[in-house]
T-cell receptor, first 113, second 112 residues
Framework: DADVTQTPRNRITKTGKRIMLECSQTKGHDRMYWYRQDPGLGLQLIYYSFDVKDINKGEISDGYSVSRQAQAKFSLSLESAIPNQTALYFC????????????FGSGTRLTVV | QQQVKQSPQSLIVQKGGISIINCAYE??????FPWYQQFPGKGPALLIA?????SEKKEGRFTISFNKSAKQFSLHIMDSQPGDSATYFCAASPTGRRALTFGSGTRLQVQP
């Protein structure tokens, strides 16, 4: 099994719908992140969490919310999806005691029609 | 505001050549500079990283060069191979409770 698992891998949803992307990890890392990837824009930080009770907004948090249900689980919600939220979404984890290297999941490709 | 600027956007190199990707940053508080490699359908994976107390770090065919005064760092891939064809991201972070800021990515194609 993958160290960082994202579900679903692909999703098509309609404008206005609420959708949740889930991320779970088996690495025992304390820090988790959600990034969005768009062609030519790289990876943009949506939200990050340094522990279960520590959640922070990233550079593009508008229209998104998150929940850190446990150390191993970090979900991203789009409250009312819009077409410009069509993108590839990545969850990542890191261990605060072992440096800054991130472990990424394989991504969720979201299409909002 | 893009705090880490990466160039070029795409790069084509012949097998055996040197691939060079450049990044520039603005935030002088940044003190950790990693490079990530991403293959299609996969998440990015850490390739190599450097801190500003050294000017160069080499791991196999991959080298990071760092110029603190110019606020620039670059990735050099020596003897580039077709298997190196991927998207490369530079990133930066300050010490403490911050997340990585990524560059816009470079799509590298190594031709046989």
């Amino acid at each position: 099994d993958a160290d960082v698992t994202q579900t679903p891998r692909n999703r098509i949803t309609k404008t206005g719908k609420r959708i949740m992307l889930e991320c779970s990890q088996t690495k025992g890392h304390d820090r988790m992140y959600w990034y969005r990837q768009d062609p030519g824009l790289g990876l943009q930080l949506i939200y990050y969490s340094f522990d279960v009770k520590d959640i922070n907004k990233g550079e593009i948090s508008d229209g998104y919310s998150v929940s850190r249900q446990a150390q191993a689980k970090f979900s991203l919600s789009l409250e009312s999806a819009i077409p410009n939220q069509t993108a590839l979404y990545f969850c990542a984890t890191s261990d605060s005691t072992r440096g800054y290297g991130y472990t990424f999941g394989s991504g969720t490709r979201l299409t909002v029609v | 505001q893009q705090q880490v600027k990466q160039s070029p956007q795409s790069l084509i190199v012949q097998k055996g050549g040197i691939s060079i990707i450049n990044c520039a940053y603005e935030n002088t508080a940044f003190d950790y500079f990693p490079w990530y490699q991403q293959f299609p359908g996969k998440g990015p994976a850490l390739l190599i990283a450097i801190r500003p107390d050294v000017s160069e770090k080499k791991e196999g065919r991959f080298t990071i060069s760092f110029n603190k005064s110019a606020k620039q760092f670059s990735l050099h891939i020596m003897d580039s191979q077709p298997g190196d064809s991927a998207t490369y991201f530079c990133a930066a972070s300050p010490t403490g409770r911050r997340a990585l800021t990524f560059g816009s990515g470079t799509r590298l194609q190594v031709q046989p």
